[in-house]
């Protein structure tokens, strides 16, 4: 089996911090980052708080970007995945389900609870 040490997997998660700008609420998992930002995108936020890396439950590490609170809501939707992405890099760093989808209507705010990213130890 594989080891890898916790500042490998750091190096991973403080990529994100270090380069995350905005948050996108998707109508369906987005592959690429011009489906989280044009395709699927029904609103987004810029302006995010992240962690710093810790140990996550079950192995491995992850980080926690902090509630959003007054999210744009840029089309009317049903909202089933979230994105963060790195707008200057135009480059997608991570999607994940909504615990619950959620129907937005343009014009509206939108928030979400704070959630991690993480990486898991190796099988």
């Known amino acids: 089996m594989t080891t890898l040490g916790d ?6 998660l403080d990529y994100v911090d270090a380069n995350a700008s905005h948050v996108y609420i998707c109508s ?6 011009a489906e989280a930002i044009t395709t699927y995108a029904l609103g987004n936020k810029s302006g ?3 962690s710093a890396p810790a140990d996550r439950a ?3 590490r992850e980080i926690t970007i ?4 007054a999210g744009t809501v840029t089309a009317t939707g049903t909202a089933s995945h979230f994105a963060v992405v790195y707008a ?7 999607t994940k389900a909504l615990a619950a989808p959620q129907v937005v209507t343009s014009g509206n705010t939108w928030t979400l609870t ?3 990213i993480g990486i898991p130890d190796p099988a």
């Open 66 to 69: 902090s509630a959003i609170t």
């Open 7 to 12: 500042n490998v997997f750091d190096s991973g």
């Open 114 to 116: 704070a959630f991690t």
């Open 28 to 33: 369906q998992e987005p592959a690429t980052y």
């Open 88 to 94: 200057t890099g135009s480059e997608l760093l991570a």
């Open 48 to 50: 995010l708080t992240i």
């Open 58 to 60: 079950g192995g491995g």
